[in-house]
């Protein structure tokens, strides 16, 4: 057991645990609505675009997380104006954004000496940079992003299942739709530390994806994502401190195995993908 | 029970409501799309309560359209909607039955959970489902012949099992005017049947159905009226005289193919998946 010990005695290791576990518990939570919504590619450009924020925050010596906060939320603001306003496609939409906005804050950061390390710290993440006031920052954003799910989950369910139930039931559609869209803005800031904007996307998708072969109802979905999530984020962390790899791309390849462990899992019971549609369904009881 | 704030509805009203209604496809900023398109044209009509009217068309007819219009989920660019003597906006009482194709049947529900999203409004919000919403719940399910199927994922159902957890969805929802978009596609005759028995046992309840479908012979024997509809309301009426040739001419056009013989009028449609 002194392998799992022998980390702990330092500081910036335990901190980086403590990180790796919030922003597993929450984005693997939330992942699971943009897994089951078709979300991913939404997911990966707001990573992207909140970079000019994070980078303007850096330069300027503001905490990272406020940057990204206001640049996330400018995010999905406007992808929502622009899918709601113009008849542009939503994916349209989301790609001008995403990449004229990834320029700029590329384009910022290019004209310091340090360039290439702080583009590979944002690109990547910096887990075992992080502070206590980053860790306290974190925790308290995530904790709000559980409880708003939580809050407001029938509300979400029926979103996702029916938008069309959702309009007829009167629910506020349009107010919950930007909810989770800043959901979503505010989840991506609580993992930037700790995956970077280039990994985000694994982090928010990959545990979901798991839970989906494995449970056949929404809570069930969640708490097998979130102990997914949180594991990979733990055993990343390891991983990253034995094999000296960077800490980042261990907790994504951690729950990429455990992807394709579960999916060569289904896979042997025969269950390839979720349960068979009701149009290949069996004959009608009587 | 707790009761929650509905829209009234007044005595002695129809069901449904509408005046010279119309929808354009063009009626948002589209590049390169000039020039509007109606998907409905001057459509006016009512339908009293606890009627059953099967709504028959082609394809791109606008059945879908007008749905959406009653629903209150698409604003008709001209026109008037009332339900139950008031403006769609207030009225969680009417259900939407959504054709089988739009629904994620992988998504990770049973038929309870389903079922229980018809309540979502009632429970309000930042509540849960109470003793009560569960009650609500199983009795609706037991109602559609369905209670075996509580705790099924959804994706287990057959097609006629699908749609009759839509409906303990609608019954869940108190709702009192259902629409039921091409729910019959693709069943079998005992289990259309079934369906149509449910929807009696609703009828008794003064719950007033819409429903499109592409089977003129079913519209014909077991709905109190047909209405054709070609973005206009070609014909709204009685079976019989709804079904003339002429109106079905009129509504087909070419993509009818007729097909008489002795004793009646063969009638088949070129296609029938969705708008």
Redesign the interface.
């Known amino acids: 057991m002194n392998w799992l010990l022998e980390p702990l005695q330092y500081d910036f290791i335990v901190r980086a645990l403590l990180a790796a576990v919030v922003v597993g518990l929450v984005c693997s939570i939330l992942g699971v609505y943009i897994v089951?919504r078709g979300m991913a590619f939404l997911g990966d450009a707001m990573a992207h675009t909140i970079l000019p924020g994070v980078v303007i925050a850096f330069l300027l010596g503001w905490p990272l997380a406020v940057g990204a906060l206001i640049m996330g939320v400018l995010t999905a603001l406007g992808i929502g104006a622009l899918t709601e306003?113009?008849?542009l496609k939503e994916d349209t939409a989301i790609g001008v954004i995403f990449a004229g906005l990834f320029a700029l804050g590329v384009a910022m950061l290019s004209a310091r000496g340090s360039y290439s390390i702080d583009l590979a710290h944002f690109l990547f993440g910096n887990m075992l940079g992080v502070s206590t006031g980053d860790l306290i920052l974190t925790s308290a954003l995530g904790f709000i992003v559980l409880a708003l799910i939580y809050?407001?989950y029938?509300?979400f369910?029926?979103l996702?299942?029916?938008p069309?139930?959702a309009?007829?039931?009167?629910?506020p559609t349009r107010f919950l739709n930007y909810l989770l869209l800043l959901l979503i803005a505010v989840t991506i800031v609580v993992a930037l530390q700790v995956v970077g904007v280039a990994l985000m996307l694994a982090i928010l998708v990959t545990p979901a994806a798991s839970a989906?072969f494995l449970?056949?109802?929404?809570p069930?979905?969640m708490i097998v994502s979130a102990v997914i999530g949180v594991f990979s984020g733990v055993a990343g962390i390891y991983a990253s401190y034995y094999l000296n790899i960077a800490s980042g791309p261990a907790v994504v390849l951690v729950a990429t195995l455990v992807f394709l462990a579960v999916l060569g899992l289904a896979a042997l019971r025969g269950r390839r993908?979720?349960?068979?549609?009701?149009?290949e369904?069996?004959?009608?009881?009587p | 029970m707790k009761r929650t704030i509905h829209m009234p509805h007044e005595p002695g009203t129809p069901a449904l409501e509408m005046q010279d209604v119309w929808v354009n496809y063009a009626s948002?900023?589209?590049?390169g799309?000039g020039g509007a398109r109606h998907a409905l044209e001057a459509v006016t009509f009512r339908v009293e309560r606890g009627e059953r009217v099967a709504v028959v068309g082609p394809n791109g007819a606008g059945k879908s359209t007008l749905f959406?219009v009653i629903?209150?989920?698409l604003r008709p660019d001209r026109g008037r909607v009332t339900i139950f003597g008031h403006g769609p906006?207030?009225?969680?009482c009417?259900?939407?039955v959504?054709q089988?194709n739009?629904?994620?049947?992988?998504?990770?529900?049973?038929v309870e959970?389903?079922v229980?999203?018809?309540r979502?409004?009632q429970?309000g919000?930042?509540r849960?489902?109470g003793k009560s919403d569960w009650a609500t719940v199983h009795a609706a399910l037991e109602r559609v012949d369905a209670a075996?199927l509580t705790h099924r994922?959804?994706?287990?159902?057959?097609?006629?099992?699908?749609q009759r957890v839509f409906l303990a969805?609608a019954l869940a929802?108190e709702a009192e005017l259902v629409l039921m978009d091409e729910p019959l596609n693709?069943?079998?005759i005992?289990?259309q049947e079934a369906i149509i028995g449910i929807l009696d046992d609703l009828r008794r309840d003064g719950v007033t159905v819409l429903l499109a479908t592409h089977d003129l012979d079913l519209a014909a024997e077991r709905f109190d009226r047909i209405m054709l509809l070609n973005r206009r309301v070609v014909a709204f009426d009685k079976p019989g005289a709804a079904l003339q040739s002429g109106n079905l001419l009129h509504a087909y056009g070419g993509h009818l193919h007729r097909v008489e013989d002795g004793d009646g009028l063969l009638i088949t449609d070129t296609c029938c998946d969705g708008e």
């Open positions: 089951l306003r113009t008849s809050l407001f029938k509300e369910l029926v996702s299942f029916d069309l139930l309009e007829t039931l009167r629910l989906s449970t056949r109802r929404l069930s979905m993908s979720p349960p068979a549609t009701g149009l369904a069996g004959p009608e009881a | 948002r900023l589209s590049p799309n959406k629903a209150g989920t906006a207030g009225h969680f009417i259900a939407y959504p089988r739009q629904v994620d049947w992988n998504f990770p529900v049973t959970d389903v229980m999203m018809g979502v409004r429970i919000l930042l849960r489902p075996a994922q959804i994706g287990e159902l057959s097609g006629g099992q699908q969805r929802q693709g069943l079998d005992p289990t």
